[in-house]
């Protein structure tokens, strides 16, 4: 199966994030510079259209870039603390029209003090897709990084209850 994973804003994919990942399938993650770019949604979209990526996972940036491309190729995602309402650099957002029943997992810091969990949740309501299906799930304790052990355990729920 193959995963994309979009880093956050002047971020990387770990390496044990990486091999989290890897256990599912083959891992696109490309480096991408989100400052300079405010297209980055439909440059990507475009690159990995032929690549026949199964599953998007974001986070932060990655989290909101992954949301629009999970609709552009009409297949789930995970999205860890997903930069929905604000964002400190401008990206430029599709209008997708989605026909079929998607799948999004949403995982929110509640302690998040560079993206605020109340915003996302906001964005979510005011922006509801009857299309998707949403599960989102608050760590109360949880930062914007996310340790690994949380990513392993979202990740793995993600996988068996897709």
Request: glycine share 4%; aromatic share 12%.
């Amino acid at each position: 199966m193959n995963i994309l994973y979009f880093h956050g804003l002047d971020s990387e994919i770990s390496t044990e994030k990486r091999k989290v990942l890897e256990k599912y399938g083959k891992v696109f993650s490309p480096a991408i510079d989100y400052r300079i770019n405010p297209d980055s949604i439909a440059i990507l979209t475009k690159q990995y259209r032929e690549e026949n990526i199964k599953i998007i996972v974001g986070s932060s940036m990655g989290g909101f870039v992954g949301y629009y491309i999970a609709d552009a190729y009409s297949i789930p995602a995970l999205l860890f603390n997903p930069a929905m309402a604000k964002k400190s650099v401008k990206q430029n957002t599709p209008e997708h029209k989605i026909p079929y029943l998607s799948f999004k997992q949403i995982v929110l810091g509640g302690k998040d003090d560079v993206i605020d969990p109340r915003d996302t949740l906001k964005f979510i309501s005011e922006n509801f897709q009857i299309h998707t299906n949403y599960r989102i799930h608050i760590h109360q304790e949880l930062k914007h990084q996310i340790p690994v052990d949380v990513f392993e355990k979202e990740v793995k729920f993600f996988f068996e209850n897709m």
